[in-house]
């Protein structure tokens, strides 16, 4: 098979430790090329560090994280933007709005949004888009800016059938990763009623591993589990579907 993990934090300190080993054994289950999202300048140092480790395997995205945006949200952007001019990334992300936790920063959230929304469209480049409990606000943003121009993926989807619809519509992906395979998601049944086309695969390691690892640090390699719930799914053998989203992710990144 050849996958690639669409979202993956492989630079946090929980992988410091035993990343080589993991590396190697996301390779041998058919992971080719991994994408690392951005956080906030705390950890922008180590994602840059990391991918140029790796060159031909790790590639790098710039953004400020929703849950790292408050008052001084500005800043950040300001770190963003210089990263944004002197390196190459492969996207925008991971930007959006985030309000399980917290919602006393949503106004800075949507605004934070809506500029790294701009800077996508004038460098041309997808966005990676996180959002948790705001799918619709991010819509009526997206709404608002206009579509032209403007293309990426919802990490993490996790919407219903007719919010799924509305994004695929505009151009939009959906980034699936381990949830899919939850007894009580409603993901497989919403994914066998949509398109192929717009379907990318994504870990969010160390967060959400896949069943039967449900409480456990994600692992890379377990990418797999996803791949065969989506093959199972649309009823084709894995490397089928491995074959679907990986030629959608090489669609919607144009400079992997």
Same mark, same amino acid.
């Given at each position: 098979?050849? $996958?690639?993990? #669409?979202?993956?934090?492989?630079?946090?300190?929980?992988?410091?430790?035993?990343?080589?080993?993991?590396?190697?054994?996301?390779?041998?289950?058919?992971?080719?090329?991994?994408?690392?999202?951005?956080?906030?300048?705390? #950890?922008?140092?180590?994602?840059?560090?990391?991918?140029?480790?790796?060159?031909?395997?790790?590639?790098?995205?710039?953004?400020?994280?929703?849950?790292?945006?408050? *008052?001084?949200?500005?800043? &950040?952007? %300001?770190?963003?933007?210089?990263?944004?001019?002197?390196?190459? !990334? @492969?996207?925008?992300?991971?930007?959006? $709005?985030?309000?399980?936790?917290?919602?006393? /920063?949503?106004?800075?959230?949507? &605004?934070?949004?809506?500029? *790294?929304? *701009?800077?996508?469209?004038?460098?041309?480049?997808?966005?990676?888009?996180?959002?948790?409990?705001? +799918?619709?606000?991010?819509?009526?943003?997206?709404?608002? +800016?206009?579509?032209?121009?403007?293309?990426? @993926? !919802?990490?993490? !989807?996790?919407?219903?059938?007719? *919010?799924?619809?509305?994004?695929?519509?505009?151009? /939009?992906?959906?980034?699936?990763?381990?949830?899919? #395979?939850?007894?009580?998601?409603?993901?497989?049944?919403?994914?066998?009623?949509?398109?192929?086309?717009?379907?990318? @695969?994504?870990?969010?390691?160390?967060?959400?591993?896949?069943?039967?690892?449900?409480?456990?640090?994600?692992?890379?390699?377990?990418?797999?589990?996803?791949?065969?719930?989506?093959?199972?799914?649309?009823? @084709? +053998?894995?490397?089928? %579907?491995?074959?679907?989203? #990986?030629?959608?992710?090489?669609?919607?990144?144009?400079?992997?």
């Amino acid at each position: 098979m050849n $996958i690639i993990d #669409t979202h993956i934090h492989l630079y946090l300190p929980e992988f410091k430790d035993d990343l080589p080993k993991l590396f190697d054994e996301a390779i041998q289950v058919g992971v080719s090329k991994f994408l690392l999202p951005a956080i906030d300048s705390t #950890t922008h140092e180590h994602l840059l560090s990391l991918t140029s480790s790796y060159p031909s395997h790790f590639y790098p995205m710039m953004g400020l994280h929703p849950t790292s945006v408050n *008052q001084n949200y500005m800043d &950040e952007l %300001a770190i963003v933007q210089h990263y944004l001019k002197n390196y190459s !990334f @492969v996207a925008i992300g991971e930007i959006g $709005i985030d309000l399980y936790w917290d919602k006393t /920063f949503e106004k800075q959230q949507r &605004e934070a949004f809506k500029i *790294q929304a *701009q800077w996508a469209r004038e460098m041309s480049l997808p966005l990676v888009i996180h959002s948790r409990n705001s +799918l619709d606000i991010i819509v009526g943003l997206l709404d608002e +800016l206009g579509y032209k121009g403007l293309e990426g @993926v !919802f990490h993490c !989807f996790s919407g219903t059938l007719e *919010q799924a619809l509305h994004v695929i519509s505009k151009g /939009f992906y959906l980034g699936i990763g381990g949830v899919v #395979t939850y007894k009580n998601s409603s993901l497989p049944s919403i994914i066998a009623q949509l398109p192929h086309d717009y379907i990318v @695969v994504e870990t969010d390691a160390p967060y959400l591993p896949p069943v039967p690892y449900r409480g456990k640090r994600n692992l890379p390699a377990w990418i797999e589990f996803t791949v065969k719930k989506l093959a199972e799914i649309w009823k @084709v +053998l894995p490397e089928e %579907a491995a074959k679907i989203t #990986t030629e959608n992710a090489l669609r919607l990144f144009k400079k992997l």
